[in-house]
């Protein structure tokens, strides 16, 4: 499907089931009902917090056990990218992606999809290519991949690490720029017409400090996209820190000029190295960052334990080897229950007490139609079922679905869940959407457990 309009409008309704004589909106926790895992702390502004998953690690229960508890996002840190998917030239091969991709799912999670197009982590047999073939590969590769996932992805990294470091500001030369200036575009156009309902991210490293050249690269980049109509929707900050790169100054205003542009900002790969009382103030000021910046959608840490970490040795994650919490762990789930803005994206009400669902819609609209993507979260409660009522405007007509059966294609529709996301922990989410002809303006849906 080719989008018509040049702007995409995202428009985000929240409702909730309200019960007879309860009603009180809860944007924060305070300490005396502080959330006690990052997802669910996050979930109480409306974010999410997510972890980078290697797929030959589902096996390991002490891993799969914090992934369950603590995540509501996951990474493929390797699986879903270009070597790992299309290993010879238009064969296919999901086995490894879908392993995580389905664990998460099972598990009421999200998935940010990682990466589309990179001058890195090729097959051997796009190494080689250059010119118009190429581009045309890489284009069946976009489409091809986010055609599998259509529905599945939170929000695909459409290209990832594009530009030089250094003070140039500047593209990466690769094999992908030599095609034309253009390929980024046309990569991000190609993933909209496959997938419309996944955000659409522009993912790069060293692109944290405001005043770095490659910074303002990429800003231009995004900017210019939204004055002209190029399907972005996202900036991923990776936010990979050590003692050379430390975490900037200024990091909290990156992430708001950028917001400023109209695209939402997610911290992507978070990873810090060092320990104690100086790794832990740092995950705060990171994490801090995003909650004051209300297009700040959620974190992602880049592994579980330190020893999960492509880096390692420099202990740069929120659990150490043994799968023990670290100093770092507790400032981050401090600086979440400590709240923050709350994004425009989604609003945490829970008029229905403590227990209950609420749904939120996020929608991309064109001229004359729109993917609407439905959240469901579940309240302090776990649930094991979910009704979702929203009302179309008139002419308005439903064309597909995915995750949900519905009651009809106009009008009110009833929407339930389906086998496999009936069921949703505390505090976590699942998602279903839908495709629409016409317009999605005003749907406020509500949410109604069983
Ligand atoms: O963590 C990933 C590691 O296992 C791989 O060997 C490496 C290969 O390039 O990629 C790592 O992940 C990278 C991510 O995909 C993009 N940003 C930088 C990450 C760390 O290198």
């Not at 069946?140 to 030089?164: C, L, M, S």
């Not at 990156?254 to 810090?272: C, H, K, N, P």
């Amino acid at each position: 499907m080719k989008l018509t309009s040049t702007s995409v409008l995202r428009i985000a309704l929240v409702s909730t089931l309200v019960a007879a004589g309860t009603g009180a909106a809860v944007l924060a926790a305070t300490s005396a009902n502080a959330a006690t895992t990052l997802a669910a702390s996050a979930a109480q502004t409306g974010r999410y917090f997510g972890t980078a998953v290697a797929a030959h690690k589902l096996s390991d229960s002490t891993y799969v056990n914090i992934l369950n508890r603590e995540f509501d996002m996951v990474t493929a840190e390797n699986e879903m990218k270009m070597d790992a998917t299309e290993p010879n030239q238009g064969q296919f091969s999901y086995g490894n992606a879908d392993r995580i991709v389905n664990q998460a799912r099972a598990q009421g999670k999200r998935v940010r999809g990682h990466a589309l197009a990179w001058h890195s982590q090729q097959p051997p047999w796009m190494q080689r290519m250059e010119g118009s073939g190429l581009r045309q590969a890489m284009l069946n590769h976009v489409t091809q991949v986010a055609t599998y996932y259509r529905g599945k992805i939170y929000a695909w990294d459409v290209v990832n690490e594009a530009f030089a470091d250094g003070s140039s500001g500047a593209r990466r030369d690769s094999n992908l720029q030599r095609t034309g200036n253009d390929w980024i575009e046309a990569a991000f156009r190609a993933a909209r017409a496959a997938d419309p309902g996944a955000k659409l991210c522009y993912n790069d490293y060293n692109t944290d400090d405001w005043s770095h050249a490659k910074t303002q690269g990429v800003y231009r980049m995004v900017q210019d996209f939204k004055s002209r109509g190029v399907p972005i929707d996202c900036v991923g900050l990776q936010s990979h820190f050590n003692s050379a790169s430390p975490v900037p100054g200024n990091y909290q205003t990156t992430l708001q000029r950028f917001a400023d542009l109209g695209v939402e900002v997610q911290i992507t790969e978070l990873d810090i190295e060092g320990s104690g009382q100086t790794q832990a103030e740092n995950f705060r000021r990171v994490t801090q960052a995003c909650l004051a910046v209300a297009r700040c959608a959620g974190i992602t840490v880049w592994g579980i334990r330190d020893s999960d970490s492509w880096r390692a040795s420099g202990t740069p994650l929120l659990f150490d080897s043994g799968g023990n919490k670290k100093a770092a762990y507790n400032a981050v789930l401090e600086a979440l229950n400590a709240g923050g803005t709350t994004p425009p994206t989604t609003t945490t009400t829970t008029p229905g007490g403590p227990t209950g669902c609420t749904a939120a819609a996020s929608v991309n609209s064109w001229n004359g139609g729109f993917v609407a993507t439905v959240k469901v979260t579940a309240g302090s409660s776990a649930i094991s079922g979910w009704r979702v009522t929203l009302t179309l405007p008139p002419g308005t007509t439903v064309v597909g679905a995915w995750n949900a059966e519905r009651s009809g294609d106009s009008g009110t529709v009833d929407w339930t869940n389906v086998g496999h996301n009936g069921s949703v922990a505390a505090g976590q989410s699942t998602e279903f959407g839908f495709q629409g002809s016409g317009t999605a303006e005003g749907i406020t849906p509500s949410c109604a457990t069983g």
